[in-house]
Nanobody, 119 residues
Framework: QVQLVESGGGLVQPGGSLRLSCVAS????????MNWYRQAPGKERELVAT????????NYVDSVNGRFTISRDNAKNTMYLQMNSLKPEDTAVYYC????????????WGQGTQVTVSA
C-alpha cells in the first residue's frame, strides 16, 4: 500500500542540526512532488519545504530559508530535510507529504517525527 515513513527526529540543542528522512513505498516516487510540513503545539500545520519530482526545484517557508535544505534520492525512494542552526521555534512534529502538484499538499501523509529544540 501507499506509505510514507519518517525518521530522524529527536532532541537537539539550539544551533544544532538534524537530518530527517522520509521513505516512500507503494507508488512511483520519482513522479511526485514532495513536501515537508510541521505542526507545533496549538498551531496549524505549515508547509516547510517542497521539492519537485526530479529534485531540481525547491521552495521554503521564509522562517527556514537558508537553514534547511530539502533533497531527494529517487533511486532510494527517499526524501530528506537537512536542518541546521535549529531554533526553539523549530520545535514541532514534522510530516512527510506526497504532493498533488508542486507546492500543494496531497492526501498521503507520514506518521510524523518529533523535533524538539531545547537547551
Amino acid at each position: 500500500q501507499v506509505q510514507l515513513v519518517e525518521s530522524g527526529g529527536g532532541l537537539v540543542q539550539p544551533g544544532g542540526s538534524l537530518r530527517l528522512s522520509c521513505v516512500a513505498s507503494g507508488f512511483v516516487f520519482s513522479t511526485y512532488a514532495m513536501n515537508w510540513y510541521r505542526q507545533a503545539p496549538g498551531k496549524e500545520r505549515e508547509l516547510v519545504a517542497t521539492i519537485n519530482s526530479a529534485g531540481g526545484r525547491t521552495n521554503y517557508v521564509d522562517s527556514v530559508n537558508g537553514r534547511f535544505t530539502i533533497s531527494r534520492d529517487n533511486a532510494k525512494n527517499t526524501m530528506y530535510l537537512q536542518m541546521n542552526s535549529l531554533k526553539p521555534e523549530d520545535t514541532a512534529v514534522y510530516y512527510c507529504n506526497r504532493g498533488s502538484v508542486y507546492g500543494r499538499p496531497g492526501p498521503v501523509w507520514g506518521q510524523g517525527t518529533q523535533v524538539t529544540v531545547s537547551a
